[in-house]
DNA sequence: ACAAATATATGATAATAACATATATATGGG
DNA sequence: CCCATATATATGTTATTATCATATATTTGT
């Protein structure tokens, strides 16, 4: 038997939307090459203040996209810290940024539409 | 190696948001009762068209329903067509419609942050 | 008799998300 | 000097989800 809410407990992982980092690292590499720690703290920025800071999902992502060839990383020894990767987009991650954008904007369509509907019954603001 | 695009293919499984369905079909059960085939093609009006109509997708969703107790079913043999489950929502199923909400909410704000940063750097409309 | 539409259901597998944990360096305070 | 904390990256494991294919049966129209 599963259970998506238990006590105060939140279990709707459907929403969590780990996925959706991608799209959002993509934009601020785009802005501006960084490494993920910092990827990891400006994630807050796109409302993920909930989830983040969580390395697991950062530094997973990190790797997948590059696999991908969406982005490409140089280690930085020197500089103050430990050694970090420098990751910059390339120009099949712009593309994907593309990519993205079409489902984000189908998406939202989706939820739009579900809370118009939701707001219309229950009569919330 | 992972590839979420492949030729015309698309493969961003993140935002085929098969668990959306679920807060869908509670509101269209809580409109009204009705069995899968129907909300099959209802869930359509939630902008699903490129995913439904998906037999897996429904039915499966609304056996995790009922193991929830969101919605409980009855087989009705009479009238046209061959036995279908009539499904109704439960006072449970209402409360998880709005604990749904809540979570569309938020990720309707990262969606929107995601673009408006996007249209912002590409100047798309 | 047969195709198509209606209706429900599951098996198998690929992909994702969640949680815990491991690692190392640097900095500031006591 | 030592320790806590912040910085920084990384992976193993398991639970959950999504995808695809497939199975079943009834009814309606031709």
């Known amino acids: 038997m599963q259970h998506f809410h238990r006590g105060h407990e939140c279990r709707c992982p459907g929403f ?3 996925r959706f980092v991608q799209p959002c690292m993509l934009l601020l590499l785009y802005e501006k090459p960084a490494h993920g720690y910092e990827l990891m703290e ?3 920025e796109f ?3 909930d989830v ?3 390395p ?3 530094y997973r992502n990190l790797r997948k996209m590059e696999e991908e060839g969406w982005i490409k990383s140089q280690w930085e020894t020197e500089g103050v810290g430990p050694a970090k990767r420098l990751y910059t987009i390339t120009p099949e ?3 994907a940024i593309h990519g993205w ?3 984000v904007k189908r998406q939202l369509k989706r939820l739009k539409h579900f809370l118009e509907r939701y707001e219309k019954i229950f009569n919330n603001t």
Chains 1, 2 share one sequence.
């Open 42 to 44: 400006k994630l807050s």
């Open 16 to 18: 969590k939307m780990d």
């Open 101 to 103: 954008a079409v489902h």
């Open 56 to 58: 697991a999902m950062v």
């Open 47 to 49: 409302g993920f203040e």
């Open 93 to 95: 991650g712009e593309d």
């Open 52 to 54: 983040s800071p969580d």
